[in-house]
């Protein structure tokens, strides 16, 4: 994932409300979501190099959702893949912060990353590039690809599109959330962060909604979690920037 929007436990009808954009090279082989046949239990699409995944929820409410941390001198060539956290955590049984407390002790295994994970009673936050672990607090966040809620400029355009949305409306229309998320404008030079990957390369990565010729958003997901348990996730998936498939799940 390289953007994710959510709001959480602030809501008359939602305890978790997410909306996500995973971008990734177009040539990675990746499977659009799906209950997957080796883990049943698991509700997430899946990076097929690696047999990973950046977002997925169980049928008993487990999430859990990561982002790479944007550092163009990290060598990753012996790292594990990142992908593998979140699909340890969905399918283990320990708590969030346990499993974050694991995840700690072996941090520097991975390139890096940020992590949420949650279940019913709580969600919680990690970076291998900080030392703390944080119990996310109720209200609307945003997460690219540095620390939580950092300010440039796709992270506060969506945490402050989301949150005026959901204040609103006590039922959540999911073509909101994804038009929210469609946003494909550059943001101004003066507002960019230097992340040490150049000034052209950070207007093309400044939009919520990337589209470059090899390299975008490859899928948008759309999660709401009741706080009855009920659980709606909807997928769209792109090809070269453009709108291929769309899967709604009901749990």
């Known amino acids: 994932m390289c953007l994710i929007n959510f709001h959480y436990d602030e809501h008359p009808t939602y305890k978790l409300i997410v909306a996500a954009n995973r971008d990734e090279f177009y040539e990675r082989p990746t499977a659009s979501a799906e209950f997957w046949t080796d883990q049943p239990d698991i509700l997430a699409g899946r990076d097929l190099l690696h047999m990973g995944t950046w977002l997925g929820i169980t049928k008993s409410g487990r999430f859990a959702a990561l982002t790479n941390y944007r550092d163009p001198g990290e060598a990753n060539a012996d790292k594990k893949t990142r992908g593998d956290i979140v699909t340890n955590f969905l399918a283990g049984n320990v708590s969030p912060e346990v499993f974050l407390e694991t995840l700690k002790e072996r941090k520097d295994d ?17 970076s291998n590039k900080q030392p703390e672990i944080m119990e996310v607090s109720a209200g609307t966040h945003g997460l690219s690809n540095q620390f939580l809620n950092t300010a440039w400029p796709k992270v506060v355009k969506g945490r402050t599109t989301l949150r005026d949305y959901v204040l ?32 052209d390369l950070e207007r093309q990565l400044s939009p919520l909604f990337i589209k470059t010729p090899n390299y975008g958003t490859r899928s948008s997901t759309v999660l709401l979690v009741g ?21 709604k799940y009901f749990i």
Do not use: K, M
């Open 110 to 126: 991975y390139a890096g990353f940020n992590i949420l994970v949650g279940d019913a009673d709580s969600l919680f936050y990690f």
């Open 168 to 199: 609103e409306h006590a039922i959540i229309d999911t073509d909101a959330l994804f038009e929210l998320i469609s946003d494909a404008d550059v943001a101004p030079d003066a507002l960019l962060p230097n992340t040490g990957v150049g000034l």
């Open 227 to 247: 706080h009855d348990q009920s659980i709606t996730f909807v997928e769209r998936t792109f090809v070269n920037g453009e709108l291929a498939n769309e899967r």
